[in-house]
Structure formats: C-alpha cells, structure tokens
C-alpha cells in the first residue's frame, strides 16, 4: 500500500468508527489530535492489535494527544436514521468535542461527514494514517468495554464475546431470549428475532 501522504495542515484530527456491523448498542466513534513533540510508538489499525495492546495505547493516546473525543450514535438514533447517517453524525460529534478546532480532517473510509472544516475520507486510513488508528483505538477499547458492561447486565446473550456482532451464537441467543431496549431493531436479524419480518 503506498504510503499516505498528508495534507498542508497544522493541526490534523484523525476519525474512526467501531460498531457499525453489530446488532446492538451504539456506534462509538473517535477524534484525536496527536502531538508530534511527543510520539506514540505502535499505532495500527485496532483490530489488528492484540487486547493488552490497545488498552496500553488507549491509556498512551488520552495521555499524549493534543485533543481526543469520543462521538456515539444511539440504537435509537440509529433505528431513525439508519447506519450510515448515524455513523456521520457520532463522526460530526466527536470532532465536534474536541477542545481545540482542527484545520483538517481525515476520516476513515470512503465518505466524509458534513464538517466546518476541511476533511478527506482515506480507505484503509486505520492502517495508513497514525491518527485514525489511535482514533479506531479509542473508539474500539471504549465500545468494546460498553459490550462488557452489558454482559454483566444480560450474561444469557454473550456480548463479551462476540461484542454484538451477529455470530451464530449471538443469533442463537436473540431468538432463544428476544431482543433488549439496546438492540437496533432497524437490522433484519433483530427484525426476524422480534417477529416484525
């Protein structure tokens, strides 16, 4: 892959997504601003980093970025929208939270959501583009502590495992247990489990 080149900006805030695919809870998304005084060694795409791994570098990033954000879209949010509006607007808002205004914007991905400043969508950015990596990091190691959380509140279903995304034991559990307030009822295998197909 070639290497990312950056755009003329002094200030850039890198975006990522988690939680897009899965059938419940919300998509987390991240913004971060990172500190080129004061580098972060490792950063990689989230999902190719073992567990140990990103809870150091999440713990490395909050400390050493110049600003970091988080943005989330709800179930609801998501039923009303759908995946791909909401994914833009979680993106608007973390950005959005970021106590210092970035000049640029990189997003992870094909598409940009409506910004005040300018942005760039780069595929594979997670992998290529040091900032959305620590975003996809955040938003990654946040979300997946939300899927923990709800395991200890419903335990029958197994999100600490599949962290929502619809496995087969996942959709076992949905029909055997019906579907909790935090699922999206707007996805069709949530759908089929609450008989609305």
């Known amino acids: 892959m ?42 990689a795409d989230s999902k190719k980093l073992s567990e140990k791994k990103r809870l150091s570098l999440y713990d490395e990033i909050k400390d050493k970025a110049l600003s970091w954000s988080l943005g989330r879209a709800e179930p609801e949010e998501i039923d009303r929208l759908n995946i791909l509006h909401a994914t833009m607007l979680a993106m608007q808002r973390a950005v959005a939270g970021l106590h210092i205004q970035p000049d640029f914007v990189l997003i992870d991905g094909n598409r940009c959501p409506k910004l005040p400043m300018s942005s760039q969508a780069v595929v ?7 900032e959305i990596s620590a975003a996809s990091i955040l938003a990654k190691v946040t979300r997946d502590c939300e899927m923990t959380e709800l395991d200890l509140r419903f335990p029958q279903y197994g999100f600490a495992q599949h962290k929502g995304y619809p496995t087969a034991l996942h959709l076992e559990k949905l029909a055997e247990h019906g579907a909790t307030e935090e699922y999206r009822r707007s996805f069709a295998p949530v759908r089929r489990a609450l008989g609305l197909e």
Do not use: H, M, Q
């Not at 990522?16 to 998304?29: F, I, K, Q, S, Y």
């Not at 594979?124 to 040091?130: E, M, P, Q």
């Open 2 to 43: 070639e290497p990312f080149v950056y755009p003329e900006a002094s200030l850039i805030a890198g975006v990522d997504e988690v939680g897009r695919g899965p059938l419940v809870g919300a998509v987390v998304t991240a913004a971060v601003i990172l500190d080129p005084a004061n580098p972060i060694v490792g950063l």
């Open 124 to 130: 594979k950015g997670d992998s290529r583009v040091a």
